[in-house]
């Protein structure tokens, strides 16, 4: 052999050898372990500020990963909040905009899929989809395993995912395994199960305070400590099945909780969720960011960390960057879509926010804003066990509207709202002072009118209603303040509700 040939046998032989010791080297993609709450609020945490909610085991996830202060769902109902999930999509991408809508715009695509092509086994256990999504259906391929197919609802255990993990063959392949947990959602802990004592509870801002709110609230602080608790007993469980040192542990909420001006809403409260990941030699412990993600980004990061590429035709993109500490930048802007929820909640309302400003845009304000709160809370006997969504307690805010004219500003605030609103989230993260109307917010509040009315004319939103509306005209709305305070002075009744004496 000459010289040129051997020198040639050599190099390729060398070549083959490192794509050996490459490939040898290459390290498994990583498990995904992502735990999802219904009606989890922000705040609703000791990880976001509120201590009252003892929840340590989300407290060392954080101190173990990255806090996200700016994650954001698409919409503050279930339905479209989990399609927009796992299609990468916004609601009038994917065709399901309304709580209760259930069918993809045709052409539309899960995202699931791409991560089975990567080798992935995928499994839900309880609420991952939604409604009829629960199962397999438009964005559920038969490929995913259900593991609590013989567990009786709600789900309250992860007896049947220790079982899956523990039979899982050694060279099994990546694991990409969502829980969603329910206790948030009500039917909330009886109260005297509860841990806090009503006097102990904090009514956030906006809400009017009473003690029936208050033993409400005590229940609603229970079902978030009994999630927190089974997010200590998952990562007992992975330490022990799974390889912990890669594996993506993730906890997140698909929108505030059913209380006024939550869920429902595009408010801070109704569409900016927790989201906390750890990863261990991947994402630095103890960290938070600023950065804007949205859940549509979601799935996208996933695949991309996986070593795949998200499809390039969604709306979703990769974080990735700022989980691994490349950057602390990923939008510049967040849409909200909320249509509505049958004929409960008929209010459609569009919310798009850039650095500190927010906007929203209700569509169509001369309707009553109503929820299942109210409505339920209002419309008779309750069946024991039945959903309430926070309603147990809102006949205690119509007998107060009786005596307080704060609790009837607070019932008009919930009922109504003017066609814009503008906050500064920094300085007013509970969206208290409406800045629409004052002067020195005109060109603000122009500029984000015309990114919201660009963004529906690019989507094809339709404005349909969800339902009948109830029309405020028509509506038994408290009076005003003013008006209120003059009847009662004509009726011979003081502000604080006593009889006058002269």
């Not at 990562?235 to 909420?253: A, C, E, F, H, Q």
């Not at 505030?256 to 906390?276: N, Q, V």
């Not at 261990?280 to 996933?302: E, F």
Request: hydrophobic content about 35%; aromatic content about 8%; some cysteine.
């Amino acid at each position: 052999m000459n010289s040129t040939n051997h020198r040639r046998s050599f190099r390729t032989l060398s070549i083959f050898g490192l794509m050996i010791q490459a490939t040898l080297c290459v390290a498994k993609p990583p498990d995904f372990v992502i735990t999802i709450a219904d009606d989890h609020g922000v705040y609703h945490s000791s990880v976001y500020g509120t201590p009252e909610f003892q929840t340590p085991n989300l407290q060392q996830l954080s101190a173990d990963g990255m806090r996200f202060d700016n994650a954001y769902v698409a919409s503050p109902a279930c339905a479209p909040s989990r399609a927009a999930l796992f299609t990468g999509r916004m609601p009038y991408n994917n065709g399901i905009v309304g709580n209760h809508e259930f069918e993809l715009k045709a052409g539309v695509e899960s995202l699931l899929p791409t991560l089975i092509d990567q080798g992935y086994e995928i499994a839900f256990h309880g609420k991952v989809g939604h409604g009829r999504l629960l199962h397999h259906g438009a964005y559920v391929p038969d490929e995913v395993k259900r593991l609590d197919q013989a567990e009786r609802r709600p789900i309250r255990t992860l007896t049947s995912v220790e079982a899956f993990l523990r039979d899982r063959p050694k060279d099994a392949p990546p694991l990409a395994l969502f829980l969603g947990w329910t206790d948030t959602h009500t039917v909330w802990p009886p109260l005297e199960e509860a841990r806090i004592k009503p006097a102990d509870v904090v009514i956030p801002p906006r809400i009017y305070d009473t003690p029936e709110a208050r033993a409400e609230m005590s229940r609603y602080v229970e079902a978030a400590e009994r999630i927190d608790r089974r997010v200590g007993e998952t990562r007992k469980l992975i330490t022990k099945y799974l390889n912990p040192d890669n594996t993506l542990v993730m906890y997140t909420s698909d929108h505030g909780f059913a209380w006024p001006f939550a869920k429902w809403s595009l408010y801070e409260t109704g569409i900016r969720t927790p989201m906390i990941v750890a990863w261990p030699g991947k994402i630095k412990p103890g960290t938070t960011t600023n950065a804007m993600v949205s859940w549509i980004d979601l799935l996208p990061t996933m695949i991309d960390l996986a070593g795949g590429d998200p499809p390039p035709d969604i709306d979703g993109k990769s974080f990735a960057d700022v989980l691994v500490g490349k950057s602390d930048h990923h939008r510049d802007r967040i849409f909200a879509t909320h249509k509505g929820d049958k004929g409960m909640n008929v209010y459609p309302i569009r919310s798009v926010r850039v650095g500190n400003f927010k906007y929203i845009l209700n569509l169509h304000p001369e309707f009553a804003f109503t929820t299942h709160t109210d409505v339920l809370g209002t419309s008779g006997p309750h069946k024991p066990g039945a959903p309430t969504h926070g309603g147990m307690h809102w006949k205690s805010y119509l007998e107060a509207g009786k005596t307080d004219p704060a609790a009837t500003a607070f019932l008009r605030d919930y009922h109504s709202s003017p066609a814009e609103e503008l906050y500064k989230i920094d300085e007013d993260p509970f969206e208290q002072n409406n800045l629409a109307e004052l002067p020195e917010y005109t060109e603000k509040l122009a500029e984000l009118r015309v990114l919201v009315t660009k963004r529906m004319e690019q989507v094809g939103d339709d404005q349909s209603l969800s339902g009948p509306p109830r029309l405020l005209r028509d509506f038994p709305l408290p009076p005003d303040a003013e008006s209120f305070k003059r009847a009662r002075t004509k009726r011979g009744i003081a502000g604080d509700g006593r009889l006058r004496t002269h």
